[in-house]
Every structure is written in C-alpha cells, then in structure tokens.
C-alpha cells in the first residue's frame, strides 16, 4: 500500500482539477480538463515536440550544472580549509549569491547572444554559489577529531581532501546537488522563455502566443514529471553505499 501513496495523490489532484474546473465552470481557454491536456501531451509525444523540446532543456540543464558542480565543490572545499582565502571571499560571494539568476538574462544575452551559452550561464550563476555556499559549511562542520586523527597518521595536502574531508562532507554535497539541481530546473525553463526557441519554456510560451492553453499546461505537467525524475536519481544517489556509510561515521 504504500508504494501506491504517492499515486493516490496525483489522483486525488486530478480528480480536485476536474471538480475544480467544472463546479467553477472555467472556460477551457482559460483553464483546461485534464482530458484536454493529456491529449495535447499525447499530441507532443506524437510530433516529436515534447522530446525534442524536452532534450533541448537537459542538455543546457546537464552542462550548465555539470560547469557549476566541478568548480564550486572544489572551491568550497579549498575555503572550508584556508581561513584566510575564506575571509577573503566569502563577502563576494554572499554579495553575489542572493542576486536572482533571473536578473543576469539580459547580460546573459549581451555576452551571447541568442542560443544554449546564456542559458547554460544561467544555470551555471544559479547552482554554483548555492554548492559553495553548501560546501563550505560542510567541510567547516567536520569533526575535529577526525582532523586530528588524520594528522597523526601523516596525511596531508590532497591525501587529506580524498580521504578524510571529501568522504566526510560527501552526504551534504548530495544534499546540496538534489536542492540546487532543482533550483536549475525552474531557472532554465524561465531563462528559455526568453533567451532561446527551443526547450519546455519556449514550448510554453509558444502554446501561449498560439491560444493553445491544453499544450501550456501539457508542458507544465512535462516539466513537473521531469523534475521528479531528476529527484529520484539524486535520492538514489544517497541511497549509494559510501554516502550511506559516510553518513553513519558522523
């Protein structure tokens, strides 16, 4: 029974939808019934629009999180250790973190231009202070023994991250990746309604200019089901023995 607990609430909610829809008698154009948008998903799947649509918006999501997850884990480990370069940083990124992704489009497309660059950017400014940020702390919240244990059998330099920092932190990290992952997928179908013409923002603002509200909400419901997919594979990833093991260790 409770496999099927998640099924039952995406049935509970079509089935609010349909009442909501009709005891309120919402025009189609203005809301659709979930029989229209499913049949406008199933148009999409047919036509190739969806797919075609729905890779465009992976792909910029994968490179752009992809850039973000080698640099700013590695720069968040560096700053967990040295003091000084933190002191030193840490204001910059604070001042630059809470500035919406959303508000760089227009550089975004100054530097670019129109295309998959300002949208990769764009996924790239909203994960990498977020995974910084995360990092840091992690490597900040280590406990001291487990430092000092380590300096005694001499290890030391890029030993130390590998073996000690980096397992210990490792479960926050795949923390932070399933919130910031996330985080990149509402920004990039936001950046894609206006800084290409492709991808399941386009989609939507497409339907949108063409009256079609079923295919706006058929691409919504696609974004959702994507989102979830995205979540699951993180929530393997910290069912993973070595996330698992280094989560019992703390």
């Known amino acids: 029974m409770k496999r099927f607990k998640p099924l039952l609430s995406f049935l509970a909610l079509i089935v609010l939808w349909q009442a909501g829809v009709v ?3 919402v025009p189609d154009f203005m809301f659709p019934r979930p029989y229209a948008v499913a049949q406008a998903l199933y148009e999409m799947l047919v036509d190739g629009q969806l797919y075609k649509n729905g890779v465009a ?5 994968t490179w752009g999180f992809y850039l973000a997850l080698v640099t700013a884990v590695p720069l968040g480990l560096f700053l967990g250790r040295q003091r000084s370069m933190r002191d030193f940083l840490n204001p910059l990124i604070q001042f630059l973190r809470p500035i919406s992704p959303l508000a760089w489009i227009p550089v975004a497309l100054m530097w670019f231009g129109i295309g998959d660059k300002p949208a990769i950017f764009l996924i790239f400014l909203s994960s990498f202070f977020p995974l910084v940020v995360f990092t840091t702390s992690s ?3 280590i406990r001291s023994t487990y430092l000092r244990v380590a300096r005694n059998f001499g290890f ?4 130390l991250y590998l073996k000690v920092i980096l397992p210990a932190v490792l479960p926050d990290i795949v923390t932070a990746i399933r919130i910031t992952l996330g985080t990149a997928w509402l920004v990039i179908v936001a950046a894609e309604m206006i800084a290409v013409k492709s991808g399941l923002g386009y ?3 497409d339907a949108r200019n063409s009256l079609r509200m079923d295919r706006v909400v058929a691409g919504m419901v696609a974004i959702g089901v994507i989102g979830l997919v995205l979540d699951y594979l993180v929530r393997f990833l910290e069912r993973m023995p070595s996330v698992t093991w280094s989560r ?3």
């Open 23 to 25: 005891l309120l008698k």
């Open 57 to 61: 918006s992976l792909f910029r999501v």
């Open 139 to 141: 490597v900040l919240n």
């Open 156 to 159: 030391e330099g890029k030993e």
């Open 203 to 205: 989609l939507i603002i």
């Open 248 to 250: 019992r260790r703390r």
